[in-house]
């Protein structure tokens, strides 16, 4: 595409999110990027938290965190660019050994991926022997090679009933796991809040950590939204409390919520997730209205932008790196989740 042809495919669907001078200078910026893409034979691959602006002129796929490992695993590129956060980029690495990983944005973390070590992981299995490790794909590479099998928040619940085990351990997004145990109808219990009066049975066992981003939303918020407008459709992220996801009226990935909307008819929704996100399934329903908290933001995915993503091509940066015998382990966790639906 020319960067005219950029430029008008963003103005169509962006002309009421991104201002006008900016979508001429980001089309230039775009451009350049598709051009080195293929110089240098890579693929982009860009989550759904990215800026619409970056979401609509490079990726060569879009989605979740599981839809995306599904692509890095089927990759025949020789760079793997990934417009998301550490964690995101390490899992590609982990699937593709032999490509170079680049993360545009050294910094773009992730508090679920920050909450938990590898040394918490054997300290848990050592306390419940014999009880299989199910890891949020959201953690490090060194966690996930401690792990049993990794899961996204688009098949936790399935990964947890494909375990053929009375209890499992469930690390480590505090919330993600209270919300497949109300789904799946299972007693869950923390052993760093509870550790006096693990009253059994229990069947999942959880660790306390957070989204940043989707521990602020409240049933309170739903509430005032729902006052104002009472049509609205409640769609919250599964990182999101147990109390918010049943205040909801739906939860899913973030490709499940964009899905949701796409085949519904109502004509306004509330997006309790990554403001970034609103704007482009806005963008791509033009005659539905996105409802969005943007006080609430995701500092590490804020992080990736196209001008880095530029640098990350021509510089070659950030390279990601895993330590084989992580790797071999962690690979083991990430290709049993991507064999489940
Ligand atoms: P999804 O896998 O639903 O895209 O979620 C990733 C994430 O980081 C949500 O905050
Ligand atoms: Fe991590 Fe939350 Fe940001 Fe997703 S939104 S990358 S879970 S901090």
């Known amino acids: 595409m020319t960067v005219q042809e950029i430029y008008s495919n963003l103005k169509n669907r962006l002309r009421d999110v991104v201002p006008e001078p900016e979508l001429r200078i980001k089309s230039e910026i775009a451009y350049e990027i598709n051009r080195l893409k293929a110089e240098r034979n890579a693929v982009i691959l860009g989550h759904n938290y990215m800026e619409p602006a970056l979401y609509y002129s490079i990726p060569d796929f879009v989605g979740d965190s599981l839809e995306l490992s599904r692509k890095a695993a089927q990759t025949d590129k020789d760079i793997i660019v990934f417009c998301g956060v550490r964690f995101m980029a390490e899992t590609a690495k982990i699937l593709n050994p032999e490509k170079t990983v680049l993360l545009p944005a050294e910094k773009a973390g992730c508090s679920l991926a920050a909450s938990i070590t590898a040394e918490d992981v054997r300290s848990l299995k050592a306390q419940f022997p014999g009880a299989p490790v199910v890891t949020y794909v959201n953690t490090y590479a060194d966690v996930k090679a401690e792990s049993d099998i990794c899961c996204t928040s688009g098949n936790a619940a399935a990964v947890v009933r494909s375990l053929d085990s009375d209890v499992v351990i469930f690390l480590p997004d505090e919330y993600l796991a209270g919300n497949v145990a109300a789904e799946t109808g299972k007693k869950i219990v923390f052993p760093r809040k509870d550790a006096a009066e693990l009253e059994k049975p229990f069947q999942i066992i959880g660790w306390q950590g957070r989204c940043e981003v989707h ?104 390279v990601i790196e895993v330590p084989e015998q992580v790797r071999v382990r962690a690979a083991k966790a990430v290709e049993r989740m991507i064999a489940i639906g």
């Open 215 to 318: 521990e602020r939303f409240t049933v309170e918020d739903i509430a005032n939204v729902r006052k104002q407008f009472p049509d609205v459709v409640v769609l919250a992220h599964p990182e999101c409390s147990p109390e918010v996801v049943e205040a909801s009226d739906f939860s899913g990935s973030t490709t499940a919520m964009e899905r949701y909307v796409r085949e519904s008819k109502s004509p306004r929704y509330l997006l309790l997730t990554e403001c970034s996100m609103g704007d482009n399934v806005a963008a791509a329903n033009p005659d539905k209205e996105m409802l969005r908290l943007c006080t609430i933001r995701c500092p590490h995915m804020n992080q990736i932008t196209l001008e880095d993503t530029l640098e990350a091509l021509r510089e070659t940066q950030y």
